[in-house]
C-alpha cells in the first residue's frame, strides 16, 4: 500500500519527530516541519487546556505563511499526540481542538479508541498508532488506525522489549500501510535501515532532545551529549509502565539504578512513581539507547540537514555495494 500523501508528497526526509513529553512545544515543531520532517508534540505538553488551542493555532499559521513564502520547500505536516487512557481526564477537549484546527497527523498511545480516530478521519486525517507488539497493532488496526507505530527495544521512553526486525517482520506478514520505525535512530544510516528492514519512516526522538528549541533542562540535553547506549536502564518504577532513562538522572535523584523495585502496572501516571520524590519527567530524564550519535546541541535544522546528509550518504554506498556485487556476479557468470 502507498503511503498517503500527507506522509509521502511534503517530506524532504522520511522521518517523523516523536512528540516529546513536556520537551516538544511550537518551536520545535514548527523547525522541524520547516526542515521537511514531521514535527509533533503530546497534547498534554500544552497547560492549561487552553493553550493547546493557541498552540495549534501559532503552529497551523505559521507554516502556512512558510508555504506561501517558500513555495519550492513547502513544510512538513505536524501531528498531535493524544494519550488514550482512562487516566487522561482531558481526551476529548483535546481530540475536540486537534479536530478543529484539522491536525495533519494524529498519533494515538496507550491505547485505541474508534471513536477517536472517527474524528480524526472526519476532515480527512491520518492516525497513527504506537505499539509495542503485534497484539497491540492487530487491536489498533481494527479499531481504525491508518498506521503503526512499533516502539521497539531501545526507544526512548516507554519502550517494548522486541527487536525492530522481529517486530517489523511479525507486522508486514498482515498490515501493508504506513509503518514508522521507533528505535535507538539517531543518524541517517539508521533511517535507511528501518526502511531496508520494511518501515516506511523513521521515528526519532531523543536525539531532538539534545536540540536548542528543546524544552529541556540544559544539563538534561548536555546529558544526552555526554552519554551512549550502555547509560539507558529499562525500568517501569517511574511511570508504571516500562521505559527507558538515563542512568545518571536516576543516579542525580538518590536512587540505585541497578537495585530499582517494580512498580505496580495498574498505578500508570504522568508524575511520581509511587512514593518516589523524583518525578518522571521532571527528575527522571527519558532517552532511547541511539544517543551515542549526538554530539553537540544543534538546532533542529541542523539536526535533520545532518539526518539527511547521513541518509544520502548511506543510499550512495549500499548502492555501490550493490552494483560492486552485480558486477562481481556478472564476471563469474562469463
Excluded at 123 to 147: L, P, Q, S, T, W
Excluded at 223 to 249: K, Q
Excluded at 268 to 273: Q, R, Y
Aim: aromatic letters at 6%.
Amino acid at each position: 500500500m502507498a503511503l498517503p500523501p500527507v506522509l509521502r508528497d511534503r517530506l524532504r526526509l522520511p522521518v517523523i519527530g516523536s512528540p516529546l513529553f513536556i520537551i516538544s512545544n511550537p518551536d520545535l515543531v514548527i523547525a522541524q516541519c520547516k526542515a521537511g520532517i514531521v514535527g509533533s508534540f503530546p497534547a498534554l505538553n500544552a497547560r492549561p487546556i487552553s493553550l493547546l488551542d493557541e498552540w495549534l493555532q501559532r503552529i497551523t499559521e505559521e507554516l502556512a505563511a512558510w508555504d506561501r513564502d517558500h513555495p519550492e520547500t513547502p513544510a512538513a505536516p505536524f501531528a498531535v499526540n493524544h494519550i488514550v487512557h482512562r487516566s487522561n481526564d482531558r481526551l476529548e477537549t483535546d481530540v475536540e481542538l486537534s479536530t478543529k484546527w484539522k491536525a495533519p497527523i494524529v498519533i494515538t498511545s496507550l491505547g485505541a479508541r474508534e471513536d477517536v480516530n472517527a474524528a480524526v478521519h472526519s476532515y480527512g486525517g491520518v492516525v497513527m498508532h504506537d505499539v509495542i507488539n503485534d497484539k497491540f497493532a492487530r487491536k489498533a488496526v481494527e479499531k481504525g488506525a491508518d498506521g503503526l507505530i512499533p516502539v521497539a527495544a531501545g526507544a526512548g521512553g516507554h519502550a517494548g522489549t522486541l527487536s525492530p526486525f522481529a517486530l517489523i517482520h511479525a507486522l508486514r506478514e498482515w498490515f501493508d500501510g504506513p509503518i514508522a520505525l521507533s528505535g535507538s535512530i539517531a543518524n541517517g544510516h539508521a533511517v535507511l535501515a528501518a526502511q531496508a528492514m520494511g518501515a516506511d519512516l523513521a521515528y526519532v526522538g531523543s536525539a531532538f532532545i539534545a536540540t536548542q528549541e528543546a524544552n529541556a533542562d540544559p544539563a538534561y540535553k548536555q546529558m544526552i551529549v555526554d552519554a551512549s547506549g550502555e547509560d539507558i536502564v529499562y525500568t517501569n518504577l517511574f511511570t508504571g509502565v516500562h521505559g527507558n532513562y538515563l542512568r545518571p538522572s536516576i543516579v542525580a535523584a538518590g536512587l540505585d539504578p541497578d537495585d530499582l523495585p517494580v512498580s505496580d502496572a495498574s498505578a500508570m501516571n504522568f508524575g511520581s512513581g509511587g512514593n518516589q520524590k523524583a518525578k518522571a519527567w521532571r527528575d527522571i530524564w527519558g532517552c532511547g539507547q541511539g544517543i551515542g550519535a549526538v554530539k553537540e546541541i544543534p538546532t533542529a535544522g541542523e539536526l535533520v540537514a545532518r539526518l539527511t546528509a547521513e541518509y544520502d550518504a548511506a543510499k550512495a554506498e549500499l548502492e555501490a555495494k550493490f552494483a560492486l556485487t552485480a558486477h562481481r556476479l556478472a564476471l563469474a557468470a562469463e
